[in-house]
């Protein structure tokens, strides 16, 4: 998996979203970045998506890549 973020905002919303739906963080990334797709706001969509990758990253118990 590959994740490109921008800025810390990014992380920022993150934890705010598994803060407010816990398991469900990634869903709720999901359908905001649909939302935005539909409203034709692609920077947001790409966004959200990115948003929601690094939430499935962050649930993950166990080191992801390479580990040096």
């Given at each position: 998996?590959?994740?490109?973020?921008?800025?810390?905002?990014?992380?920022?919303a993150?934890?705010?979203?598994?803060?407010?739906?816990?398991?469900?963080?990634?869903?709720?990334?999901?359908a905001?970045?649909?939302?935005?797709?539909?409203?034709?706001?692609?920077?947001?969509?790409?966004?959200?998506?990115?948003?929601?990758?690094?939430?499935?990253?962050?649930?993950?118990?166990?080191?992801?890549?390479?580990?040096?």
């Amino acid at each position: 998996m590959q994740l490109f973020l921008a800025d810390r905002s990014s992380v920022d919303a993150a934890q705010d979203l598994i803060a407010a739906f816990g398991d469900d963080a990634g869903f709720e990334a999901a359908a905001r970045a649909d939302k935005s797709r539909d409203q034709g706001n692609h920077l947001h969509f790409c966004r959200w998506r990115q948003i929601e990758r690094l939430i499935v990253l962050m649930s993950v118990e166990r080191a992801v890549g390479t580990i040096h």
